[in-house]
Nanobody, 124 residues
Framework: QVQLVESGGGLVQAGGSLRLSCAAS????????MGWFRQAPGKERDFVAA????????YYTDPVKGRFTIARDNAKNTVFLQMNSLKAEDTAVYYC?????????????????WGQGIQVTVSS
């Protein structure tokens, strides 16, 4: 079992930045691909970014390319999502997730463990 806890969310003005962290416990994340998803009010949960076990393969959804950066520190059992140039449409609850697919995946159904989520609100 892997327990995931997100932190770093909050309220920020459009154009600002936030850095989300996802601290894992229970098992090392070295054996997992990791991802970030988000769910806006009234919408389904959508893929944001994913990273392979080594960090060598990274995926982003088009709306965040060039603005968001996913990274991982396996020694600290932590995954990060640096979010720059934030827009109002980035407002959502952000979830960290772990998948047994060590190369990572954009498919939410492939993720086995999820954090509780953290709110990110971007004011325009």
């Amino acid at each position: 079992q892997v327990q995931l806890v997100e932190s770093g969310g909050g309220l920020v003005q459009a154009g600002g930045s936030l850095r989300l962290s996802c601290a894992a416990s229970g098992r090392t994340i070295r054996s997992y691909g990791m991802g970030w998803f988000r769910q806006a009010p009234g919408k389904e949960r959508d893929f944001v970014a994913a990273i392979s076990w080594s960090g060598g393969r990274i995926y982003y959804t088009d709306p965040v390319k060039g603005r968001f950066t996913i990274a991982r520190d396996n020694a600290k059992n932590t995954v990060f999502l640096q979010m720059n140039s934030l827009k109002a449409e980035d407002t959502a609850v952000y979830y960290c997730a772990a998948t047994n697919d060590i190369m990572g995946t954009t498919e939410g159904k492939m993720y086995d463990y999820w954090g509780q989520g953290i709110q990110v609100t971007v004011s325009s």
